[in-house]
């Protein structure tokens, strides 16, 4: 059975007297009516919230621990320090093996002892490195830190774990650099072995329980990571194609929620559709103003002819992710018709802008063609509302192009006439439209 | 199958605990083997001196100009052999592309043509941080320059021992400065 709403459940449960007195339902089919949802309803709320407590109980343990030993207990001598600073790890892995033992069924044990682990790990490198005024850097002891978890990620199955390990990623690879904010080292391009350790336990959480919050969360902890590791790619490989890898990015953040999760909640799409609706919109509102395709890198010879190894490997996944985008649209234009597909198209036409621009070198085809993209975009999803008779989905379509219209709006590379032309287009497009739908909506 | 669980966690457990200890481990031969060397922290902006409950040190070594081994970048690791100076305080003598054969040389990073020593914090007690801070600043101005730092140096690594202001230790030196309450 699909995970359905609680509730919607607890409505259908309640209508059910009211159903009976009316003779819409017989007693017997309101009685199996409740048994049925009775059963599958009663288990799960209770280990959400069991799990759940049980995470934030660790947690809050786990950081009431760090702060007792950060406050640098002077008066102790360096030994007795260090003995503190393994106590909480001791004990977090004796804790660790009991459940391994005894609790090892239970997920809220399982990701207890885990993060209470993980949390004692950097405790212990912390305060043993306060201790002895160990310098160190930043990027180094969270990468031994999360290197030192991932094991106890894979031995707990916990989702918790899994997520924190991959903002550990993150952290690192921010963190990873002397010089400004997106100053970018190759070494950065380890990141992606770092995600790539974590992914076997991604996809057994997918297997075993893909509808989860649990996996939501590490889902999302993966796309964050993932996006700030292709940011700092970009920085790498071919600098101006971030376009391309974000457009790239996006859809897929798009399909997975729209081609892969379709089966995540009745009445409500996953929520990763709506994250890759607003990147999508995002990115294509900003790529429409001719000043995103105005910079002097097209000349840059670098841009497309890296020099080092790290520079072809970050363009070879800078690349990788626009093909992991088209190949997953045609994928989901072959299996699942019934979504809508036409966000997906932002990755190609990207490409096509981006390469016009690196040929020409010229601004304004490129962002005339992610003007025709967005209004296409809305366009279709605006008809394909009116046909299926979905108003939420036709009023969204109408929302797409009053962003472009807004964007239009500010844009200083227009002149007057020509805004004016396109405003006048885009009113009696809404007014036509309008009539449409009501028209129809009538007639039906 | 529990076991092969357990056999793991059980190596994961001495992993984890074989990272903190080897970091008492190797910098607790620093402090028994290492030799002492005085380096005088520099001038400090004092808005940006503190930060938290760590002052954040300067030294006057990490602005004497050197000459960086050839072909080598910003921010890379090089080895730097130590010196003193007239007044009894550490230099730099050399930045090295490897490891000398020598016992007192630090690893560092390469900042131009100067370097980036590997120790900037002095972490201080949470009960010690505002009084430390005022200190720090009072000690370590352009026109009144009386504080330093005594680190032990063995084969790369560099363990700081302590701050001196006005020649007694961090903690004396509070404590003889307390204010009257």
């Known amino acids: ?444 | 199958m529990k076991s092969w669980r357990l056999l793991v966690f059980a190596v994961v457990s001495l992993a984890q605990l074989a990272v903190p200890a080897s970091l008492i481990w190797k910098r607790e031969q620093t402090l028994r083997h290492g030799s002492v060397w005085k380096f005088r922290t520099a001038p400090v902006d004092p808005v940006d001196a503190f930060r938290g409950r760590y002052v954040a040190l300067e030294f006057e070594a990490e602005g004497q100009a050197i000459s960086p081994p050839p072909n080598f970048a910003y921010d890379q690791r090089v080895f730097v052999t130590l010196r003193l100076n007239a007044e009894g305080f550490a230099e730099i003598d050399q930045a090295l592309p490897s490891r000398p054969a020598v016992d007192d040389f630090i690893e560092a990073q390469l900042r131009g043509n100067t370097v980036s020593l590997p120790f900037d914090k002095y972490w201080v007690t949470e009960r010690d941080a505002p009084a430390a801070e005022a200190a720090y600043r009072a000690q370590s101005r352009r026109d009144k320059q009386n504080a330093f730092c005594t680190v032990r140096v063995f084969r790369g690594d560099a363990a700081l021992e302590q701050l001196y202001l006005d020649g007694q230790p961090l903690g004396e030196y509070l404590r003889a400065n307390a204010a009257p309450k």
């Open chain 1, 1 to 444: 059975m699909r995970t359905a709403d609680r509730s919607g459940t607890r409505w259908l449960l309640a209508e059910l007297p009211e159903l009976v007195a009316s003779g819409v339902l017989s007693a017997e089919a309101a009685e199996a009516l409740r048994q049925h949802y009775a059963a599958t309803d009663s288990g799960e709320p209770r280990r959400i919230g069991f799990v759940l407590s049980a995470i934030l109980g660790s947690l809050l343990i786990g950081a009431g621990i760090i702060l007792l030993v950060a406050h640098n207990w002077d008066f102790l001598s360096r030994p007795v320090r260090c003995a503190i600073a393994f106590t909480p790890l001791v004990l977090s892995q004796a804790l660790a093996i009991f459940v391994l033992l005894r609790r090892n069924e239970s997920a809220s044990w399982r990701e207890a002892a885990a993060i209470l682990n993980v949390t004692a790990i950097g405790t212990a490198i912390a305060l043993v490195s306060q201790t002895y005024q160990i310098q160190g850097d930043f990027a180094r002891f969270i990468l031994v830190w999360m290197l030192l978890a991932l094991p106890v990620v894979y031995l707990f199955r916990t989702s918790l774990g899994l997520a924190i390990y991959f903002v550990g990623a993150t952290i690192w690879v921010l963190s990873s650099k002397g010089g400004p904010f997106f100053g970018a080292r190759p070494n950065d391009l380890w990141v992606w072995a770092l995600l790539a350790l974590g992914v076997p336990a991604f996809i057994a959480r997918l297997r075993q329980d893909r509808n989860s919050y649990g996996t939501l969360l590490v889902m999302t902890a993966l796309a964050v990571a993932a996006a700030f590791s292709l940011g700092q790619t970009d920085e790498i490989g071919a600098r101006s194609f971030w376009r391309c890898s974000f457009a790239a990015f996006w859809t897929v953040v798009y399909l997975v929620g729209a081609a892969t999760f379709k089966d995540w909640r009745a009445t409500r799409p996953h929520p990763f559709v709506a994250a890759g609706w607003i990147g999508i919109l995002s990115l294509a509102t900003f790529l429409s103003f001719q000043e995103s395709w105005r910079t002097q890198r097209w000349q840059n010879a670098v841009d497309l002819m890296p020099r080092h190894y790290p520079d072809v490997l970050a363009a070879g996944i800078q690349i990788a992710w626009v093909l992991a985008a088209l190949l997953f649209a045609a994928y989901a234009l072959w299996k699942e018709r019934k979504v809508n597909l036409a966000p997906a198209a932002f990755a190609p036409v990207a490409v096509i802008a981006w390469g016009i621009a690196k040929q020409t070198g010229d601004p304004l085809i490129p962002s005339l063609l992610l003007n025709f993209f967005m209004l296409a975009l809305g366009i279709f999803t605006l008809l394909r509302g009116i046909w299926s008779g979905r108003v939420v989905e036709a009023n969204f379509g109408m929302l797409i192009i009053a962003i472009l219209a807004v964007a239009r709006f500010f844009d200083n590379d227009l002149e007057f006439f020509v805004r004016g032309i396109a405003f006048i287009a885009i009113g009696l497009g809404f007014l036509g439209t309008n009539l449409v739908v009501f028209k129809r909506r009538a007639r039906a």
